[in-house]
């Protein structure tokens, strides 16, 4: 299967403060990335769209602004949670898809992160 | 109406049983379905993915999907408790994107 990384695993910080998470696909080029957030006890819920080269789609509900995902490699996508807050506090997990590839959704390991 | 439904659960079996899950969708123009595994903590592990109505056989596990009713299950036979997990019915929407439902527990007790 593909081979998809998450950097940090997980993160603390202070309220107020950016946070950046980076997402590698290791042996495909993703063409598309699909960030996802899951909260303690609940299902993943899609937060945002992006394709390599284009502005982001996010789902209803999300900050654009808020959440800066740029996609500017087929290899590496990074989300960056600003100014961050406690209820900002979850699991983000990427989900990266390639060209060619099969209808088979792998994600990331997924970084926890915690805004004290 | 959420778009992927599926029971909370606890679900509890004895091992070397069939668990039994069951997942419902509401939107008709669904292609394909899959099924995850998510143990406490980490990413979900894809087990496997319908878009055929009948089944579809992989090792222990087997997706069934009846699209006339909108309705995804995954059996799985001979439950270990290596099994014990939440488990997420998903659906593929037109950009590939999934919705998930909201899991179901399962515990496979020694």
């Known amino acids: 299967g593909a081979v998809v990384s998450q950097h940090p695993s997980w993160v603390i910080c202070k309220s107020g403060t950016s946070v950046k998470i980076e997402c590698r696909s290791l042996?495909?080029?993703?063409?598309?990335m699909f960030w996802y957030r899951q909260f303690p006890k609940q299902s993943l819920m899609l937060m945002a769209t992006?394709?390599?080269?284009?502005?982001?789609?996010?789902e209803q509900g999300v900050e654009k602004d808020k959440f800066l995902i740029n996609h500017a490699s087929l290899t590496l996508s990074t989300l960056t949670v600003t100014s961050a807050h406690p209820e900002d506090s979850s699991f983000y997990i990427c989900?990266?898809?390639?060209?060619?590839?099969?209808?088979?959704?792998?994600f990331g390991p997924g970084t926890r992160l915690l805004v004290l | 109406q959420k778009e992927v439904e599926q029971n909370s659960g606890p679900l509890s079996v004895p091992e070397g049983a069939i668990a039994s899950l069951n997942c419902t969708y509401s939107d008709r123009g669904s292609q394909s379905f899959f099924w995850y595994r998510q143990y406490s903590g980490k990413s979900p592990e894809l087990i496997m993915f319908?878009?055929?109505?009948g089944d579809k056989e992989d090792g222990r596990f087997t997706a069934q999907l009846n699209k006339a009713s909108q309705y995804v299950s995954l059996l799985i036979r001979d439950s270990q408790p290596s099994d014990s997990a939440t488990y997420l019915c998903a659906r593929s929407g037109s950009a590939r994107q999934l919705t998930f439902g909201s899991g179901t527990q399962l515990t496979v007790l020694p």
């Open positions: 989900s990266p898809r390639g060209r060619g590839l099969s209808e088979t959704q792998y």
């Open positions: 319908i878009y055929s109505n």
């Open positions: 992006s394709n390599e080269g284009s502005k982001a789609t996010y």
């Open positions: 042996d495909f080029q993703a063409t598309t």
